[in-house]
């Protein structure tokens, strides 16, 4: 059955104090919005919308490309804001999850699952639960005597007796998509919040003889939402953990994983080895048998087999090494040839065309220039809007000057040259 999906982004959080909105806020690199959106394509979900409110200004360019973009204008509740998709949905049959935007460590595989329990179960909605030791801060799952869903109470709402209950409301659901918004017309705000809550379509599809089912989580840490800056720094942990353990079982070294943070979408081939305080960014890919570390930082770079990227080394959008490992979708302002040692301490620019059996090494940078195969480039030199040979050896000390106050010029240095 076709599948889509409505990602919950337009809330504030205030609890972030920040400027800016909750999920523009990053875990390992990449903004919580993004995580969510990302694993709802995973898991075989075509059409996605996201619905946008608070500071949209600065969500929109996270997500528009590959959603559709809804602006939930007025803040009046979680069933206000899937309401506000009506219209991106009309005509729409088939199996709609509604998925929270703060909450990253979502799997694609618990999407995909909940959407196959309400499939196979003509269910009018599948709610995503969990267990927890201090379900303080959600709403619970109340079940009637024959252990069926019932309804979700929010905290705020609940009687003591509910209050006591551990089984919890993770914020992910998959529901039919025409049961969905008949049952919306039916939500009043008559609650603590004076909200709009979507939790209590539930009620009302049970009352109207659908099957109403939950599905319990084994991790509850998927579930986890973003809503102070001690949380981000929560998930952050679970997410480098999950990723990092990923990696090891793959065949990467990292003698010190706690040390070592990786993002979600970054490819490394086996036997690499990563050094404590390595971080390694955005669509970053690293071929077998290379070294990074320590203290080093890679963002957006493509690094080939064999490379050694020294101590406390920066690279940005940079491509090093040959073609195997290269995401083809992303960019790169920067290429760095196989065999190529950088560093220490060594910051590679965007704009960079580096060869192969080349010696970057300590104090150097280098900005849109072209350093062709066989240079040595060894300490303390910056070399900035230049075109450099082949078998070139750059002294100690040496500066490309090319900027005359008014317009910067191209140095142009041949084979050979001392």
Not at 100 to 112: H, R, V, W
Not at 151 to 174: H, L, W
Not at 331 to 340: A, F, I, K, Q
Not at 372 to 383: E, F, N, P, R
């Amino acid at each position: 059955m076709e599948a889509a999906a409505i990602v919950l982004a337009a809330g504030a959080g205030t609890r972030m104090k920040s400027k800016k909105p909750k999920v523009a806020h990053g875990v390992l690199g990449k903004p919580l919005v993004r995580w969510v959106v990302d694993a709802a394509h995973a898991a075989g979900v075509t059409q996605v919308a996201t619905v946008v409110g608070h500071a949209r200004e600065q969500v929109i360019p996270l997500i528009e490309g590959d959603t559709q973009v809804v602006v939930q204008e007025v803040q009046n509740g979680t069933a206000g804001a899937v309401l506000a998709c009506a219209d991106a949905f009309a005509g729409f049959d088939g199996s709609l999850s509604v998925l929270t935007g703060d909450c990253p460590l979502i799997k694609p595989e618990t999407i995909a699952r909940l959407a196959q329990v309400r499939d196979e179960n003509n269910a009018a909605v599948v709610v995503l639960t969990m267990k927890l030791d201090d379900p303080t801060g959600y709403g619970r799952i109340i079940r009637d005597a024959d252990g069926q869903v019932e309804r979700i109470v929010e905290q705020k709402d609940a009687t003591p007796e509910e209050a006591a209950v551990n089984e919890c409301n993770s914020g992910f659901y998959c529901f039919d998509a025409r049961a969905l918004f008949d049952a919306l017309a039916q939500v009043s705000n008559n609650n603590a919040q004076g909200e709009f809550y979507l939790t209590d379509v539930l009620a009302i599809c049970r009352a109207a003889g659908r099957p109403v089912l939950a599905l319990p989580t084994d991790d509850p840490s998927e579930c986890l939402g973003v809503n102070s800056r001690a949380q981000l720094a929560e998930a952050t942990k679970y997410a480098q953990r999950r990723i990092n353990d990923a990696h090891l079982a793959a065949g990467v070294t990292m003698t010190d994983p706690d040390q070592v943070w990786i993002g979600p979408d970054v490819v490394i081939e086996q036997d690499v080895e990563l050094l404590p305080q390595t971080f390694l960014m955005g669509s970053t890919s690293v071929g077998e048998d290379s070294v990074i570390g320590p203290n080093s930082r890679l963002t957006d770079t493509v690094v080939g087999c064999g490379c050694t990227i020294g101590p406390n080394s920066y690279l940005e959008n940079a491509k090093i090494g040959d073609d195997t490992n290269v995401n083809s979708s992303q960019v790169y302002n920067s290429t760095v040839g196989y065999d190529t040692h950088i560093g220490p301490f060594a910051y590679i620019r965007p704009g960079s065309t580096i060869g192969s059996h080349i010696r970057v090494g300590d104090f150097v940078e280098i900005k849109n220039s072209t350093i062709a195969d066989g240079t040595k480039i060894s300490h303390l030199t910056y070399v900035g809007d230049s075109d450099v040979g082949q078998n070139c050896n750059f002294g100690c000390g040496t500066v490309t000057v090319n900027y005359d106050r008014a317009k910067k010029y191209r140095t142009t240095i041949g084979d050979n040259a001392f």
